[in-house]
């Protein structure tokens, strides 16, 4: 049954593909170009029929509803750096009509409740919207980012900072939050001094919108330059971060320990009736802190100063070599990603969506495929992705296909769904396009 919903699924998006063509795919061109002076490879024909097929179908729907919010981030991050970084305009005005339509409806109607989505949905897409602005602005294509977006975003970001409460409730606001964990607060639980997902977004999106204003001749906010030294502040701090022997980079080891998705970190497999085994020196998980290779760049190019700049890419540094040296590992031929970002595997998330049901070993390794990994501008990342572009096609299927989500169960829209989305060719077009982004470090 599985697999004829998938079957049925492929037909319809191949159908819309169809007839996703037409004046309202694309929005108004006032530029010839973008400037790069860091060219990409260009497709050849036929990945460009494939990027066509699903990226350019992609930005043809709303993305912003409660069902695909939270995925179109992850998959169409990296589409949108690759059509910057080869100048193709046809993909750049594609993502311009979609943002446009974006800041049209959320300002508007609001017709799929998009500002009553939860805190990390809503971050993580306007994280992948002021990356846009931010790359328009890089790119001399101001004229392409829609008006509507700045002052929708900054005013919520900025009473984001001041006024959301942190995770777990631990303190009042984000901002207090910062200040505490740099102070070496001790909470009740480990976990509440974590600088989470949510975290790394609100100070990279304020960090984009820093740098937007000023590409763009404008003064930053009050809230933007404070948001930009806190960031310099988290990734100096020797409380925080621990440099490897190898040139690598851990940051906040240990203070995941006891939280209950990594209970089970101290097992190596899943085994009947296993009791909890936590580890007290567990790090982040590699699939969650695949976001920090996009947000430390965000980081970095916010720094007013060339030594606090030259501190966070000396991190952007050692961490494409822990990816490239310690979580990224050769295994039966493939590239596969460790559990925690040390190097090591351990279980988690255990039970977490069904009963019995985790991750060990190498099996949440799909983060790989969505990209993000990329961006660290490194070229034995550039390599291990010209190398996992070797491996496809690749089946939906968990017995042939290493990377295959089995644990994820939400309803997901065809292209970011794994029964359906290697069939249509999202994964393979992402890895394409992460293979030929340019590989030296922009600094």
Not at 65 to 93: C, Q, W
Not at 140 to 163: A, D, N, R, Y
Not at 401 to 419: G, K, L, S, V
Request: with cysteine; glycine share 6%.
């Amino acid at each position: 049954m599985p697999r004829i919903i998938s079957f049925l699924a492929i037909i319809a998006v191949m159908l819309q593909s169809m007839t996703a063509c037409g004046p309202s795919a694309q929005a108004p061109s006032t530029g010839d170009a973008c400037a790069t002076d860091a060219p990409a490879v260009a497709l050849t024909a036929e990945e460009a029929a494939l990027y066509d097929s699903t990226v350019g179908v992609l930005l043809t729907q709303e993305l912003w509803t409660d069902r695909d919010i939270y995925d179109s981030a992850h998959y169409l991050m990296l589409p949108m750096h690759y059509a910057f970084a080869v100048g193709d305009m046809e993909k750049i005005n594609a993502f311009a009509a979609f943002f446009d339509r974006f800041a049209a409806d959320v300002t508007g109607v609001d017709r799929y409740s998009f500002q009553e989505q939860g805190i990390l949905n809503r971050l993580q897409f306007y994280y992948f919207t002021t990356q846009f602005m931010v790359l328009c602005a890089e790119n001399g294509c101001l004229e392409k980012v829609p008006g509507g977006l700045l002052p929708m975003i900054e005013p919520q970001v900025e009473t984001g900072f001041s006024e959301w409460p942190s995770n777990w409730e631990s303190e009042p606001s984000r901002r207090e939050h910062f200040y505490q964990v740099l102070a070496g607060k001790q909470y009740p639980f480990s976990y509440y001094s974590i600088i989470d997902d949510a975290d790394m977004f609100l100070l990279a999106i304020l960090c984009d919108l820093g740098v937007y204003r000023q590409k763009s001749g404008t003064e930053l906010t009050a809230v933007e330059t404070e948001a930009a030294e806190i960031a310099y502040k988290l990734l100096a701090s020797p409380l925080l971060n621990e440099e490897t022997e190898d040139g690598g980079w851990v940051f906040q080891r240990g203070v995941w320990w006891d939280y209950p998705d990594f209970a089970y970190a101290g097992h190596q497999a899943i085994t009947a009736n296993m009791e909890p085994k936590p580890r007290r020196d567990v790090t982040w998980d590699s699939s969650h802190f695949m976001r920090m290779a996009a947000c430390i760049i965000s980081w970095r190019n916010a720094q007013p100063t060339q030594e606090r700049y030259a501190l966070i890419e000396e991190r952007r540094a050692q961490l494409a070599t822990q990816f490239a040296s310690e979580i990224c590992k050769k295994v039966n031929g493939y590239w596969l990603a460790t559990t925690f970002i040390d190097g090591t595997n351990g279980v988690y998330r255990y039970s977490y969506n069904t009963p019995g049901v985790g991750y060990s070993g190498y099996e949440n390794s799909s983060h790989i495929l969505t990209g993000w990994w990329g961006l660290l501008e490194d070229e034995r990342i550039c390599q291990i992705y010209a190398e996992i572009l070797q491996e496809f096609p690749l089946e939906a299927n968990r017995d042939t296909n290493p990377y295959f989500d089995f644990a994820t169960i939400r309803d997901q829209n065809p292209f970011y769904d794994d029964d359906t989305g290697y069939d249509l060719g999202m994964y393979q077009c992402i890895v394409v396009c992460a293979s030929k982004l340019p590989c030296d470090s922009r600094t």
